[in-house]
């Protein structure tokens, strides 16, 4: 008798960013910067409460929320990470293992991971040649068993945003039987004025789930906080099957400190904006196709080169990049002299 699922055997594996001591990471889009000191106390604070449960259903930083987004509390989950809430929406949504969930691809390489866990089967729609979501051919992929569909704007790892007029063509033609995921886990980082935000659409769109993060603006990557803004059935639903006390008491402590502080957080977010425009410009200069980005990170698309790149940054100057080969690679946008030493690496690279 077998144990376990022989499908696992077959599961795609979560691949994180690279990490070698005295190099360079620029492979997990983490903000270089540490928590501002007002975030580290709180930390701290919690941490001493360590012998003690975390509140199960983190009620404090989900009444935080609401009163930040303009939202009731009934339409907010909170999850260990926006990953997590993706796996939990597979769970709430798919039954059989002919349900579907569709989504683009090259995107987020969870979303294989946790459409699979959940029994489903996964369909995934190209990006176009701009490398972006191509909403017309997601929205004719939708058959009566897809279930849900993962859009993620700005796209991991392409940078690329969804705009605001094709997104609510989209819901209109997908309608309202299948769940929509609009994962915006680099939200604070858009600029483009024609880009979706998910938030204004909610209560036209019952059936569309907005995922936000911790992660990434609000520096707290190491401590698995996002939430979901959605209906309060999903939003129940989504509570329902979340692992107990999965978001831990220094996490949520974290996070509403991150809150009180995200005057000077998203300040920040400002400056990789500077930085993200200088290092696409310089590598359009120095030849290579780079779509534009509204992350904190630039996606080079270099083909069968892709692995070959990635080395040469490695040797060239101890850079770690992100290689999803044979497509490009992903790389974080940081500090100016961080991103001067990936420059040079681009710059002599003759693969």
Request: aromatic content about 6%.
């Amino acid at each position: 008798m077998t144990l376990i699922r022989p499908d696992l055997d077959s599961l795609p594996a979560y691949v994180p960013g690279r990490a070698l001591p005295g190099a360079l990471k620029l492979a997990s889009n983490e903000v270089a910067l540490a928590p501002p000191a007002s975030v580290l106390a709180a930390i701290a604070e919690a941490a001493a409460g360590g012998n003690r449960y975390p509140d199960l259903g983190a009620v404090a930083l989900t009444e935080r929320l609401a009163t930040e987004l303009h939202v009731a509390p009934e339409n907010i989950a909170v999850g260990c990470g926006s990953v997590s809430l993706c796996q939990q929406l597979v769970q709430i949504s798919c039954r059989e293992t002919t349900d579907e969930v569709v989504y683009a691809w090259r995107s987020f390489e969870a979303y294989p991971i946790v459409t699979q866990i959940g029994n489903a089967r996964s369909v995934t729609v190209p990006l176009d040649g701009d490398f972006r979501h191509d909403l017309d051919a997601m929205a004719a992929a939708v058959t009566p068993h897809t279930r849900l569909v993962f859009v993620c704007s700005p796209n991991n790892p392409t940078g690329t945003v969804v705009h605001r007029a094709e997104f609510e063509r989209f819901l209109d033609a997908v309608g309202p039987d299948v769940l929509v995921v609009l994962d915006e886990a680099y939200h604070e980082y858009v600029t483009d004025p024609e880009a979706v935000d998910g938030l204004p659409l909610l209560r036209r769109h019952p059936n569309l789930v907005v995922l936000r993060t911790f992660s990434k603006a609000y520096r707290l990557a190491g401590l698995r906080v996002g939430y979901a803004i959605t209906a309060p059935e999903i939003a129940t639903a989504l509570r329902k099957v979340c692992a107990p006390f999965s978001v831990s008491s220094v996490a949520q402590a974290a996070a509403m400190a991150a809150l009180d502080a995200a005057g000077e957080l998203l300040a920040a977010c400002k400056e990789a904006v500077a930085e993200r425009v200088r290092v696409r410009e310089a590598l359009l200069e120095a030849g290579y196709t780079v779509p534009q980005t509204q992350a904190n990170f630039v996606w080079v698309a270099l083909g069968e080169r892709t692995a070959d790149f990635a080395a040469h940054c490695l040797a060239d100057r101890n850079v770690i990049v992100r290689p999803f080969h044979p497509d490009g690679v992903r790389v974080t946008v940081t500090t100016a002299e961080e991103d001067d030493r990936f420059l040079a690496a681009a710059r002599s690279f003759s693969g």
